[in-house]
């Protein structure tokens, strides 16, 4: 049981770029979601997904774009990169409804764009 | 939507000394109340967690209270150590759906 596995670590992007970052749990949790972390302004949410083949936009959506084609994987794809969107990003994944657990984080990605 | 406030920013405290972290929610559909821990370059991990049909929870130098009417939970942590120092999160759920506080930096001084 892996948790959460989020991949890369790190991440230097030129921009203008296009990349993917992975996320994948193993709980078959419903509720999937990605946020942004950057100095001073906590957890912000991106994108989220409350099962296969439904999202929605959280607080900071433009320039991000999500899919969840299974339980398992919630990918987070930056479409252009820009300045903007260097920052610590988590995936993060919970059970949903009336017994909500605690939620359960990825390692972290920590993107420089350049 | 949910909106979650969190007090104070930073929190710097002697070495044995309680700190207090107090956070409001706005959605009175929350009804989960979990707070974490992260410390510099980690993830963040739960500490402790309250559900809605409970008033407090201890769990040794960590305690959260939950005030249902006014909104309001607390994180209590006493006789800090120096390995407490992280910043702290608040979080409230409803449904799936989690909103993070904006963090709470706490010091612990020796």
């Given at each position: 049981n892996a948790g959460v596995t989020q991949t890369p670590k790190f991440q230097v992007l030129k921009t203008g770029q296009s990349m993917t970052l992975q996320c994948a749990q193993?709980?078959?949790?419903e509720y999937m979601s990605w946020y942004r972390q950057d100095p001073g302004m906590g957890l912000r949410l991106i994108h989220y997904s409350v099962g296969a083949g439904i999202t929605d936009q959280g607080e900071v959506p433009n320039g991000y774009n999500v899919s969840r084609s299974t339980t398992e994987d919630f990918p987070l794809r930056l479409l252009s990169a820009a300045p903007s969107q260097t920052s610590v990003y988590f995936c993060a994944s919970s059970s949903s409804g009336t017994d909500n657990t605690e939620a359960f984080f990825g390692q972290g990605t920590r993107l420089t764009v350049v | 939507g949910e909106n979650v406030e969190q007090h104070p920013s930073t929190l710097s405290v002697q070495e044995g000394d309680s700190a207090v972290i107090k956070c409001t929610y706005s959605?009175?559909?929350?009804n989960y109340f979990p707070w974490y821990k992260q410390e510099l370059g980690k993830r963040p991990q739960l500490i402790i967690d309250i559900r809605s049909n409970v008033g407090e929870k201890k769990d040794q130098r960590i305690a959260v209270t939950l005030n249902k009417t006014a909104k309001h939970f607390s994180l209590h942590i006493t006789?800090?150590?120096?390995?407490?120092s992280a910043v702290y999160f608040c979080a409230a759920n409803g449904w799936g759906k989690f909103q993070f506080g904006a963090g709470t930096q706490v010091v612990v001084t020796p």
């Open positions: 193993d709980m078959n949790h | 959605d009175s559909a929350s006789e800090t150590q120096p390995e407490d």
